[in-house]
Antibody
Framework: QVQLQESGPGLVKPSETLTVTCNVSGYSISSGYYWGWLRQPPGKGLEWIGN???????DYSPSLRGRVSISLDPSENQFYLKMTSVTAADTAVYYC????????????WGQGTLVTVSP | DIQMTQSPSSLSASVGDRVTITCRAS??????LTWYQQKPGKAPKLLIYTTSNLQSGVPSRFSGSGSGTDFTLTINSLQPEDFGAYFC?????????FGQGTKVEIK
């Protein structure tokens, strides 16, 4: 049974860097599939951030490109989202997901982790 | 970016009703349309992918149709557990984009 679980800092100050970790169990992330990040500001809709494939190739939303990077660590079976120069607009629940390919839906989701950007 | 427009933004229906939610893309997305259900405080749950394919374990009262720019999610015989928000997503071109959501309330 594939399971994903996010962990994050909870609170980040404006202009700082946010790092969220997704721990994957039940499947080796280096074996295949695409691994993605999405976010949802409180009370609002969903936004796609980007994804990474099992070989480390990435794709990012143009609106966030330059501020975000996604990486994976097969030895820990984890992948990461790093976002620099955060503002209050980056306050959201951050979800990690697994997709069959770059055009596929998110079949598996973590439970989400709320990150608040505040002084 | 491709804009996804859902309607209605909210609806209230009775148990047993047939419910229809529509999603319109600002350009052709072929059949790369996904539907999710989200309960309060929970992650979205995949219902339907590539327009009409029912995810394993999802009740058959859910169905999807459409192509190109116009898509529909239908819930036949609405059940009490079907309350929540429903989102469409296009995965045809990055950035993948979502509709703004439809909140379904049970009368």
């Amino acid at each position: 049974q594939v399971q994903l679980q996010e962990s994050g800092p909870g609170l980040v100050k404006p202009s700082e860097t946010l790092t969220v970790t997704c721990n994957v169990s039940g499947y080796s992330i280096s074996s295949g599939y695409y691994w993605g990040w999405l976010r949802q500001p409180p009370g609002k809709g969903l936004e796609w951030i980007g994804n990474i494939d099992h070989s480390g190739s990435t794709d990012y939303s143009p609106s966030l490109r330059g501020r975000v990077s996604i990486s994976l660590d097969p030895s820990e079976n984890q992948f990461y989202l790093k976002m620099t120069s955060v503002t209050a607009a980056d306050t959201a629940v951050y979800y990690c997901t697994r997709m069959p390919d770059s055009s596929g839906p998110s079949h598996y989701w973590g439970q989400g982790t709320l990150v608040t950007v505040s002084p | 970016d491709i804009q996804m427009t859902q309607s209605p933004s909210s609806l209230s229906a009775s148990v047993g009703d047939r419910v229809t939610i529509t999603c319109r893309a600002s350009q052709n997305i072929d059949n790369y349309l996904t539907w999710y259900q989200q309960k309060p405080g929970k992650a979205p749950k995949l219902l339907i992918y590539t327009t009409s394919n029912l995810q394993s374990g999802v009740p058959s009262r859910f169905s999807g149709s459409g192509s190109g720019t116009d898509f529909t999610l239908t819930i036949n015989s609405l059940q009490p557990e079907d309350f929540g928000a429903y989102f469409c997503q296009q995965t045809y071109i990055t950035p993948q984009t979502f509709g703004q959501g439809t909140k379904v309330e049970i009368k």
